[in-house]
């Protein structure tokens, strides 16, 4: 492979070096959380939410939000790699794991191997089971202790983080389980099925 | 695996490609566009981005991405670039590149914050500062297109000389079929100045935007606050969500 131009007069900004290892490639920290939605950010009253597990047409599980908080919460403190090249280290969050959520369900083993998140607004995005269970995520409701603003996809989202983050889909309402994999919303218009940071995974084809 | 699945995992990786700067253009006291050379191009649509990455004399790399600016049909990419004082790449696309420099660009990237001629209008298109650079994109593209979709820009600059790509705006705004152009400028005004003074807001946009009942499709590109407040306004007014797109940068200050 030909080797990059070198930008003229390019130095950059270097990452500590303590938090270089912790930054996948072509990424860089940042301090702030921006956020990036598709559309308009949905309004919802807390009475009216609901989660929701389903396998095709089936219902297995459902949970208004006062039984959601009763559920047995996790909180983790993990580092988010966006898509868009920020990378945020030590973030907070609570809520309740999928492993919990399926315990609770009374289901052993997940019925099928990918799921497919849905939103309110239409959002979906498409995860393998396998990267939902083991504590690798959550139905996350509570951000660096507070509950989550809407903006950041309160008034609950997917906490996938060792995916890109436009995996850990804002106001999640549903995951479905289903048995081939399937784009969802990004997955769909470029952006790679899978989505692994540290394998540099952004767009189709990578 | 199925057909569809078959047909996901051999969609073709995006090339790296070198881009060299053929031109710069001053277009506010912050802002610069850069006019690139990026051979073997593939087309793009009028509101995608790139990737750009910068690699330094010692291999070290740093990457962002931008919107374009330019309309699929023009024959260089162009990206307008706001400086962050405290960035890494906007610093030096913004200040320092100049022509003859080479960098990398991939895209385009992007498949939803996007305009067509062929999808139609009215076309309400709301910016706040370096915000407009993919909505300029659908303005030229209209343009070049001789699309005569009704069309409406509302942007919201801090003065009047922060305005990217006054002129231009002011051009295609005189032609009969050219699109109704609408400045705000939220912190200081010219003396004389007719256009609105303060930030885009829900009053705003009931007098100067396409109404509800004609189903625009809005696109809406800026800070977060902005998107926020404009997004939630259309919502008021009846505009239906799934015809708002949205891009958002900067952060939320939480």
Known sequence: MQDPPIA???????????????????????????VLSAGPTPTLRLESWS?????????LGKWSWSEFEAL???????????????????????GVTIDTLLEVAGISEPPQP???????????????????LAGKAMIATRYEGKPMSPEHGGPARLLVPHLYFWKSAKWVRRLRFIEHDEPGFWESLGYHLYGDPWREQRYAGD | MRETDTALADRPRLQWRTAEVVRVIDETPRVRSLVLSVPGWPAHRAGQHVDVRLTAADGYQAQRSYSIASAPEAPQLTLTVERIDDGEVSPYLATEARAGDRFEVRGPIGGYFVWTAAL????????????????????????????????????SSRTFAD??????LDRMAALSDGPRVFHT??????????????????????????????????????????????????????????????????????
């Not at chain 2, 009215?122 to 593209?141: D, V």
């Not at chain 2, 305005?163 to 231009?168: K, N």
């Not at chain 2, 009846?238 to 949205?246: L, V, Y």
Request: some cysteine; glycine content about 10%.
């Open chain 1, 51 to 59: 989660f929701a597990l389903q396998a095709g047409g089936a219902l």
């Open chain 1, 8 to 34: 003229r007069g390019f130095r950059g900004k270097r990452p500590p070096p303590t938090a270089n290892d912790r930054i996948p490639p072509g990424q860089h920290l940042t301090h702030d959380f921006p």
């Open chain 1, 114 to 132: 990918y799921a497919m998140l849905h939103c309110d607004g239409g959002y979906t995005t498409n995860v393998p089971v396998a990267d939902l």
């Open chain 1, 72 to 94: 047995p919460q996790t909180q983790v403190k993990v580092d988010i790699h966006c898509v868009t090249t920020w990378s945020k280290l030590d973030t907070t969050w609570q």
């Open chain 2, 185 to 254: 400028l939220t912190r200081q005004q010219p003396a004389g100045w007719s256009g609105g003074a303060r930030r885009i807001d829900r009053e705003m946009l009931a007098e100067v935007a396409i109404a509800p009942g004609r189903h625009p499709r809005a696109f809406v590109c800026g800070p977060t606050s902005l998107v926020e407040q404009a997004a939630r306004s259309l919502l008021a007014l009846g505009h239906t969500a799934n015809r708002i797109k949205t891009e958002r940068f900067g952060p939320t200050g939480a």
């Open chain 2, 163 to 168: 305005i990217i790509y006054r002129e231009e």
């Open chain 2, 120 to 155: 139609g209008g009215p076309l309400l298109l709301i910016a706040g500062g370096s915000g407009i650079a993919p909505l300029m994109a659908m303005l030229r593209h209209r343009a070049v297109a001789a699309s005569d979709v009704p069309s409406v820009l509302i942007y």
